[in-house]
T-cell receptor, first 112, second 120 residues
């Protein structure tokens, strides 16, 4: 079945550091891929998405590229801020389905 | 436009009691979903409504869980009787469009803030 594996946290970085959160997936066909973020005390918010191979999703300085050859969708940001501290979830939506498959989430803590 | 709302935000109950969670989807969204995250694990699908009809409840853990969506608007998820392992965060999400739509798999689901349930 479909599955998502993301790096375990917590990840602790200093402000302005480079961020990478790894996400790999297993799926039949061509799923859509998503990154959701949960800020403290808030709900899940869509951060970015990509619906086909080689697509790059971007938002708020975050980027992720849909790599079919490596079945990956790693999240990157060049310079993190304290306000980026949150839990990040990688997810996939299989073709023809409506059930998101989520990873376990990665907690990011950015120190000033 | 108001987002998905959930009530209550937190609930603490004792084992054996009943709890009812409520979700109000974005107005006009036909699809409503329930998910659950248990103790730092992945968020898992519970069930899917299209309007008032249950399309898929394959993720419901057992018959202690009952979901309804009368009138195709808000939804409730009742846990009766609650057990310790039911503790977690229950998320509701909604999306526009009808089941069977060719591009449903590309639809973004909009999530609510979640209800944190603690069963003691």
């Amino acid at each position: 079945g479909n599955s998502v594996t993301q790096m375990e946290g917590p990840v602790t970085l200093s402000e302005e550091a480079f961020l990478t959160i790894n996400c790999t997936y297993t799926a039949t066909g061509y799923p859509s891929l998503f990154w959701y973020v949960q800020y403290p005390g808030e709900g899940l918010q869509l951060l970015l998405k990509a619906t086909k191979a080689d697509d790059k999703g971007s938002n708020k300085g975050f980027e992720a590229t849909y790599r079919k050859e490596t079945t990956s969708f790693h999240l990157e940001k060049g310079s993190v801020q304290v306000s980026d501290s949150a839990v990040y979830f990688c997810a996939l939506l299989g073709r023809g389905t409506y059930k998101y498959i989520f990873g376990t989430g990665t907690r990011l803590k950015v120190l000033a | 436009e108001a987002g998905v709302t959930q009530f209550p935000s937190h609930s603490v109950i004792e084992k054996g009691q009943t709890v009812t969670l409520r979700c109000d989807p974005i107005s006009g969204h036909d699809n409503l979903y329930w998910y659950r995250r248990v103790m730092g694990k992945e968020i898992k699908f519970l069930l899917h409504f299209v309007k008032e009809s249950k399309q898929d409840e394959s993720g419901m853990p057992n018959n202690r869980f009952l979901a309804e969506r009368t009138g195709g608007t808000y939804s409730t998820l009742k846990v009766q009787p609650a057990e310790l392992e039911d503790s977690g965060v229950y998320f509701c999400a909604s999306s526009q469009g009808l089941a069977g739509a060719l591009n449903l798999y590309q639809e973004t689901q909009y999530f609510g803030p979640g209800t944190r349930l603690l069963v003691l």
